[in-house]
């Protein structure tokens, strides 16, 4: 189908674009014509690279794919025609057995449609080597999928390993991707996955599954299995890696607001894989395609917008930072400098952040505590109130809520320390956004079922 | 017994090594069978069935009855003494073999062949790995089993202990007779326990810590 089949990675033009196939796209959700995919071929020219080439995400084209288990009388996804515009995220979500995890089963060939095929990048891999295939897409499962009887660094290694890196690539590779995951690698690299809590087994995971540098990755319910807690950071922390990292990923999930939170697009399916409405979470929460899509939204569709805004579009102010290394009376010194100068930042002025030598916050102390103490204690602190820029204001204010504060730490790119966030800046900014709203559309991929879309094979 | 002992010491260490050597010999056989055999056959639930029928039923037959049996086709000698055993070694260990590989989490073998390894390398490196302290169990039960008829299959003039215990009870009453039934049976017990601690340490050796109870 793509007109231009043989363009090797040819300029990222068009794949930072994260939300959404760049202009030109399908500028209808269903009910495509045939030309309309012509951007898809436009992308795939710029992503064709191979694996381990530092790839950025593929688009990804399903053509009419159908999977029909024998001996049931509908199949479990019927001529489901989808589009996943490279570097974007689309989730799939939908009641529990209307096909999504059938339908990403197929992209890795872990189940083989009955009919159709599927594009990746300009390649039709329906019928390439699944093994070879699946090297090149990295998998995600609940709960990492990880093999018990080897360390948290054998399991990240293991497809370098099969692709025959050599021993020292692959354990730089594994130290940098243990990093990239926010678990330090001094200490994490030994451990056994029993060794490792619920959501760090994740964390691996995630690890694992990037670690030849694939241009997709699938996810099945990756963060089903943890608490609530712990979720909402795995979530932050896949958007930041997906900030930096711009791979397609195609991620099934349950819960709504998780696909809102973590989305470019939103595919809504039905029992049999019909896909009900495909289009970015904005889009579908202000205008769900039927009453199918409205019951699944559930109420409150109102309050999800919330979970829309950003942190990082919100103000995050100042706060005084004082390095773990100088100990608390230098910390205490620099806070009461601060304050005798008046230019202690208002809302923390009686506080100060301590960061460790990657400026990632450890400690928040009040002056009365910093004068209690002799020495900051070894380890970090768990319960800090800490958001990603990336997490939705609601994940702030829970976060809030949680510690019972009312600032929370707000973080960038690997924990890095940014600023503090308010509580009266985030209801302002719920305020404004609702105010706001508005903006036009970008125009969403292509996606229906059985709909013929004639398209030159490649 | 003190001067029995003394005087065929030379005699009865052999016949005690050759006793573990055969033992070991045909644990080692039966153990590569029963891998084998169990990865033709876990993946399905009629041939798993099937295995663990023909298991349960083997152990019903008397080693003793399976070896005369075997003397007409086989003859004499060490031949049925290692088809008897082995066959009796495989038993138990194929039987854990199948247990341990498909217990072994369907969503693990997923993600193996999810993250791209073929079916063998996930068998090889998954799998095995994961199912060996289950298999190994499987050994140290067939090791103990086996040592006893090992001594049976001494009645075909195989190698052994077992022919100090036949020898003994055909003339018993004579001279040295109970001596030599009871060094053969205290043997066979000493050489089981020593196999068994030897496995036991082979099992630390060889099982990933990640999973070791
Ligand atoms: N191996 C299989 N054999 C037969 N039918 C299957 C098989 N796997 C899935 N199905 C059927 O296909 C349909 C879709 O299953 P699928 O696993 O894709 O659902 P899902 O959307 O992922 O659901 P959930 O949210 O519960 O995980 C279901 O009706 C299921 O019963
Ligand atoms: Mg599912």
């Known amino acids: 189908m793509p007109e231009n089949p043989t363009g090797p990675a040819a300029p990222q033009d068009?794949?930072?674009?994260?939300?959404?196939?760049?202009?030109?796209?399908?500028?209808?959700?269903?009910?495509?014509?045939?030309?309309?995919?012509?951007?898809?071929?436009?992308?795939?020219?710029?992503?064709?690279?191979?694996?381990?080439?530092?790839?950025?995400?593929?688009?990804?084209?399903?053509?009419?794919?159908?999977?029909?288990?024998?001996?049931?009388?509908?199949?479990?996804?019927?001529?489901?025609?989808?589009?996943?515009?490279?570097?974007?995220?689309?989730?799939?979500?939908?009641?529990?057995?209307?096909?999504?995890?059938?339908?990403?089963?197929?992209?890795?060939?872990?189940?083989?449609?009955?009919?159709?095929?599927?594009?990746?990048?300009?390649?039709?891999?329906?019928?390439?080597?699944?093994?070879?295939?699946?090297?090149?897409?990295?998998?995600?499962?609940?709960?990492?999928?990880?093999?018990?009887?080897?360390?948290?660094?054998?399991?990240?290694?293991?497809?370098?390993?099969?692709?025959?890196?050599?021993?020292?690539?692959?354990?730089?590779?594994?130290?940098?991707?243990?990093?990239?995951?926010?678990?330090?690698?001094?200490?994490?690299?030994?451990?056994?996955?029993?060794?490792?809590?619920?959501?760090?087994?994740?964390?691996?995971?995630?690890?694992?599954?990037?670690?030849?540098?694939?241009?997709?990755?699938?996810?099945?319910?990756?963060?089903?299995?943890?608490?609530?807690?712990?979720?909402?950071?795995?979530?932050?922390?896949?958007?930041?890696?997906?900030a930096e990292l711009k791979k397609t990923i195609v991620c099934v999930t349950h819960d709504f607001d998780e696909a809102v939170k973590l989305g470019d697009w939103i595919a809504i399916f039905a029992e049999g894989g019909q896909l009900v409405q495909y289009d970015s979470p904005e889009q579908i929460l202000k205008h769900p395609a039927n009453d199918f899509v409205e019951n699944f939204i559930g109420s409150g569709a109102g309050l999800k917008q919330l979970t829309l805004s950003r942190v990082a579009d919100a103000e995050v102010r100042e706060a005084l930072t004082s390095p773990v290394d100088a100990g608390p009376a230098a910390a205490l010194e620099a806070l009461r400098t601060a304050q005798a100068a008046g230019t202690a930042p208002a809302g923390t002025e009686d506080s100060i952040v301590v960061l460790d030598s990657r400026q990632r916050p450890v400690h928040w102390f009040s002056a009365r505590q910093l004068e209690r103490l002799s020495a900051f204690p070894d380890r970090p602190d768990e319960d800090l109130p800490v958001v990603g820029e990336r997490a939705s204001l609601n994940d702030a204010l829970d976060t809030m809520l949680v510690s019972s504060t009312s600032n929370a730490i707000v973080t960038g790119g690997r924990d890095r320390f940014l600023g503090v966030i308010g509580v009266e800046t985030v209801m302002d900014a719920i305020t404004s956004a609702r105010s706001a709203g508005a903006e036009q559309a970008p125009p969403s991929p292509l996606g229906e079922n059985t709909g013929p879309v004639e398209v030159t094979s490649p | 017994m003190w001067d029995y002992l003394v005087d065929r010491l030379p005699q009865i260490l052999f016949a005690g090594w050759q006793h573990f050597s055969l033992v070991v010999q045909c644990l080692i056989l039966a153990t590569a069978l029963s891998i084998v055999l169990a990865a033709l056959v876990y993946r399905s639930g009629a041939w798993t069935s099937v295995a663990n029928s023909v298991t349960a039923i083997g152990l019903t037959i008397p080693s003793f009855a399976l070896i005369g049996l075997l003397i007409a086709p086989v003859g004499y000698g060490v031949t049925p003494a290692v088809i008897v055993v082995t066959f009796f070694a495989t038993l138990p260990i194929l039987r854990n073999a199948v247990v341990g590989l498909s217990s072994v989490p369907a969503a693990t073998v997923e993600s193996a062949r999810g993250i791209g390894m073929s079916r063998m390398r996930t068998l090889l490196t998954v799998e095995l790995p994961m199912a060996w302290p289950v298999i190994l169990a499987g050994i140290r039960v067939s090791a103990q089993m086996v040592m006893g008829i090992a001594a049976v299959a001494a009645y075909a003039l195989g190698p052994g202990l077992g022919g100090l215990i036949f020898s003994g009870l055909s003339r018993l009453g004579g001279a040295n007779s109970l001596e030599s039934v009871v060094v053969g049976v205290i043997g066979i017990i000493i050489l089981a326990l020593l196999l068994d601690l030897i496995l036991v340490g082979i099992g630390r050796l060889t099982t990933p810590k990640g999973i070791r109870a």
């Not at chain 1, 992209?107 to 159709?116: A, K, S, Y």
């Not at chain 1, 994490?188 to 997709?216: T, W």
């Open chain 1, 14 to 242: 068009r794949t930072p674009q994260t939300t959404g196939s760049s202009a030109g796209a399908a500028t209808a959700p269903t009910g495509a014509q045939p030309t309309d995919t012509q951007p898809t071929g436009a992308d795939m020219s710029s992503t064709g690279a191979p694996a381990d080439a530092g790839s950025q995400g593929a688009s990804i084209l399903l053509r009419e794919i159908t999977k029909a288990y024998p001996g049931q009388k509908k199949p479990a996804v019927g001529g489901l025609t989808m589009e996943i515009p490279a570097g974007s995220t689309v989730m799939l979500v939908g009641p529990s057995g209307c096909g999504k995890t059938t339908t990403l089963k197929m992209i890795n060939r872990l189940i083989e449609p009955t009919d159709g095929s599927i594009i990746m990048g300009d390649e039709d891999i329906t019928t390439m080597d699944a093994d070879k295939l699946r090297r090149r897409i990295g998998y995600v499962i609940q709960a990492g999928g990880l093999f018990p009887h080897m360390t948290v660094a054998a399991n990240i290694g293991i497809v370098p390993k099969m692709l025959g890196w050599d021993k020292q690539r692959i354990a730089d590779r594994v130290d940098e991707l243990l990093d990239l995951v926010s678990l330090d690698p001094g200490t994490y690299r030994g451990r056994y996955p029993k060794e490792l809590s619920g959501g760090q087994q994740q964390r691996i995971g995630v690890a694992r599954a990037l670690a030849a540098d694939p241009p997709v990755l699938l996810m099945d319910e990756p963060f089903g299995a943890v608490d609530p807690i712990t979720r909402q950071r795995l979530q932050d922390e896949l958007i930041s890696i997906q």
